[in-house]
């Protein structure tokens, strides 16, 4: 069998889960005949792992407003924000086994308006959540042919954030394709600088080795600003807040006018708009602005 990570060893997975992860998985694998790299390394967490099967079970399978094949549409476009191309091409298996047009896959442009229309929200939901205001909801919301209804758009929601939040999980635990899975889809995380791989042949683990480059990029700015800080005088207070805005700089806020060449084709047809990302609405030592915080 395929290693289900690229940081965690399988036989470590095997055995740290104990009994009652072994018991599950084999109960996952007698109703769906299969059990995904996700469960695989969840199961070191048994209990987590239970939740989170009965969330995804309640989300996907249960009676709801939305039809089976947009949830998993829906899910497709989530994953594509954060390139988690793992979660895209499950999820685009599991649109066609519940009989999902295949037409749709060809990218967003061929799905219906009405899930269209969630792009916009999709993208400030992903990277800049702060932006969202009512008039987004109102403008869903609004009477027409593509209108969704209340109950359509809570649950469209649900499932955005919560793919949102499982592509960070699939790139903190280095989650490997399935072996079904094409080969196009190896492990890559979302790129949050112009030093992302330069090919589509990337080989799987070169996500960490970038990572790494990074690391040494920053390190190497951060020597340069200590040596400066000798040079000039400058104070330990001072010095914080540079590294502090040369870390965010370098590693947190991606390229606005370079799009990563090795984008999968299977992940960029699902984007509109896929230079957005995140970019920090206020910087450390300066005056927050005010933000609305709900408890």
């Known amino acids: ?26 109960e996952a694998f007698v109703s769906a005949g299969r059990v995904d790299h996700v469960a695989m390394v969840m199961g070191l967490h048994p209990q987590y792992l239970s939740s989170f099967w009965k969330t995804q079970y309640l989300l996907l399978r249960m009676d709801g407003p939305l039809p089976y094949h947009k949830r998993h549409y829906i899910a497709i476009m989530a994953a594509a924000r954060h390139r988690c ?12 086994q519940v009989g999902g047009n295949p037409a749709w896959l060809q990218g ?12 916009e929200i999709n993208k400030l939901l992903a990277h800049r959540p702060w932006l969202i205001t009512k008039e987004h909801i109102e403008a869903l919301l609004k009477p027409g042919e593509d209108s969704w209804s209340l109950a359509e758009l809570v649950q469209a929601l649900v499932l955005l954030t919560h793919y949102h939040s499982l592509a960070s999980f699939v790139f903190g635990c280095g989650i490997k394709p399935e072996e079904d899975q094409d080969v196009e889809n190896s492990w890559a995380p979302s790129p949050h600088s112009d030093s992302s791989p330069a090919s589509d042949d990337t080989m799987e683990g070169s996500g960490g080795t970038d990572a790494m480059q990074e690391l040494e990029v920053l390190m190497e700015r951060m020597k340069l600003l200590q040596e400066n800080q000798l040079e000039e005088g400058v104070t330990q207070e001072e010095m914080a807040t540079r590294f502090e805005l040369e870390k965010t700089e370098s590693l947190l806020v991606p390229s606005s006018d370079v799009l990563d060449p090795s984008l999968q084709s299977n992940i ?3 984007l509109e708009d896929p ?7 206020t910087r450390r030592g300066e005056q927050a602005p005010p933000t609305f915080r709900a408890q």
């Open 1 to 26: 069998a395929r290693v289900p990570s690229i940081f965690i060893p399988l036989g470590e997975i095997l055995q740290e889960g104990g009994e009652s992860s072994l018991h599950q998985l084999l």
């Open 85 to 96: 191309s793992y979660l895209v091409g499950l999820h685009m298996g599991e649109f066609l």
């Open 108 to 119: 967003l442009h061929c799905a219906p308006q009405k899930l269209r229309n969630l792009n």
């Open 268 to 270: 960029r047809c699902f």
């Open 275 to 281: 230079e957005f990302g995140y970019k920090d609405f």
